[in-house]
């Protein structure tokens, strides 16, 4: 399978609403840290995520979290991190 393409090397932060969200695992997505369809034609899906009550979530937007869609807290911990610190 092709390596997603990495977004950013820090997550992005936000403050959510309850509901159902759709984290882009691909990196393709225009609309990121979600899924905007853009995976299509790739062997990479969307990761559900629902969230029940209002609270922070730090999405991952390197796309190599051990906790996906959540980004790898501390990032020295995250699989890529060998990468951005050498």
């Not at 225009?30 to 853009?38: A, E, T, W, Y």
């Not at 790739?42 to 029940?52: C, N």
């Not at 796309?63 to 790898?72: G, Y």
Request: net charge positive.
């Amino acid at each position: 399978m092709e390596p997603p393409k990495i977004c950013a090397t820090k997550p992005c932060v936000q403050k959510m609403e309850p509901g159902t969200y759709w984290w882009c695992s691909c990196g393709q997505s225009s609309h990121q840290p979600f899924c905007d369809g853009s995976h299509q034609g790739t062997k990479r899906a969307p990761v559900k995520m629902v969230i029940e009550e209002e609270q922070t979530v730090a999405w991952c937007l390197c796309k190599h979290s051990k906790n996906p869609p959540c980004a790898t807290v501390p990032m020295r911990t995250c699989k890529l991190s060998p990468f951005l610190f050498p």
